[in-house]
Nanobody, 126 residues
Framework: QVQLAQSGGGSVQAGDSLTLSCTGS????????VGWFRQAPGKGREGVAA????????YYVDSVKGRFTISRDNAKNTAYLQMNSLKPEDTAVYYC???????????????????WGQGTQVTVSS
């Protein structure tokens, strides 16, 4: 098993940038695919980006493509979500999640992930 601890987040203005971090412990972090999800008030949890265990294959939903960058540093057991050009509609609680094996078609499915971070609030004001 792996435990995930998140850091980063906060309140920013539209157009600003933030970086979220997700650090794994207690397991072989480099063996897990990592996904980033978000949940806005009154809405379901939405997958926004995912990355393979090697870091060679990033995936993005259309709403964040070109603005968000997912990456990982397995030597530091950490995955990142760099968020640029933030918009008010990006406001949500952001979660990282990990799973050992996942089909490409399930990358954005919350139910496909086994381990979750604690969540961090991102608030973007106009």
């Amino acid at each position: 098993q792996v435990q995930l601890a998140q850091s980063g987040g906060g309140s920013v203005q539209a157009g600003d940038s933030l970086t979220l971090s997700c650090t794994g412990s207690g397991g072989t972090f480099e063996s897990y695919a990592v996904g980033w999800f978000r949940q806005a008030p009154g809405k379901g949890r939405e997958g926004v980006a995912a990355i393979s265990w090697s870091g060679n294959h990033p995936y993005y939903v259309d709403s964040v493509k070109g603005r968000f960058t997912i990456s990982r540093d397995n030597a530091k057991n950490t995955a990142y979500l760099q968020m640029n050009s933030l918009k008010p509609e990006d406001t949500a609680v952001y979660y990282c999640a990990a799973v050992r094996q996942i089909h490409q078609g399930a990358m954005y499915a919350p139910g496909a992930y086994d381990f979750w971070g604690q969540g961090t609030q991102v608030t973007v004001s106009s």
